[in-house]
């Protein structure tokens, strides 16, 4: 490839990830991306896609999880944000792969002692997981951003950046309804 079709391929995914996963409805990402189709020249769906079946073949699933559009999008998504160590919040309803995308992506970023070739080549990934209820505080919230920043600190500079300390908030909305 050369520098102009990498140019465009890095444009092409930080508009994928930064604008058309936002649209929620079907027609807004049909219009988007026709829009997009128009700038590009090409199909500008193709190339995430394609980047996204590449991350999935390169995760072992276990019999009967689908590889559907909801799954492919977190996992692509997810894949990309940690890598960046970009903060994400991934809104949805039950079932749509959001809690199954973090677990899988943790499963595969062992960093060099990871079974695939790609997870070989990046940091380990450590998560630090807060369940958000009715009952959640600040005070429990702040001391898991304490203990992720923990973790870091007492590694060695060189070992940083090998390792990437994640805070898996999951049902931040029960969490934000807290009387606390």
Not at 93 to 103: F, N, T
Not at 114 to 134: A, H, R, T, V, W
Not at 169 to 178: I, N, R, T, Y
């Amino acid at each position: 490839l050369s520098n102009y079709d990498i140019y465009k391929y890095s444009i092409n995914l930080s508009v994928y990830v930064c604008y058309y996963l936002r649209l929620t409805k079907k027609d807004f990402r049909q219009e988007f991306s026709n829009n997009m189709n128009k700038y590009f020249g090409y199909d500008f769906i193709e190339m995430p896609k394609r980047e996204q079946q590449f991350i999935i073949n390169n995760i072992e699933l276990k019999e009967g999880i689908a590889k559907n559009r909801a799954l492919l999008e977190n996992i692509f998504t997810l894949f990309v944000c940690v890598n960046a160590k970009v903060p994400l919040f991934i809104v949805g309803k039950p079932g749509c792969s959001k809690s199954l995308s973090v677990q899988l992506l943790f499963k595969s970023m062992k960093g060099d002692i990871s079974d695939n070739f790609l997870f070989k080549s990046l940091p380990k990934l450590i998560i630090n997981s807060y369940q958000g209820s009715l009952g959640s505080t600040s005070k429990g919230v702040l001391s898991i951003f304490k203990k992720a920043r923990q973790i870091l600190e007492k590694e060695t500079e060189e070992n940083l950046s090998n390792l990437i300390s994640m805070i898996y908030f999951d049902e931040m909305g029960l969490a934000e309804h807290s009387p606390n």
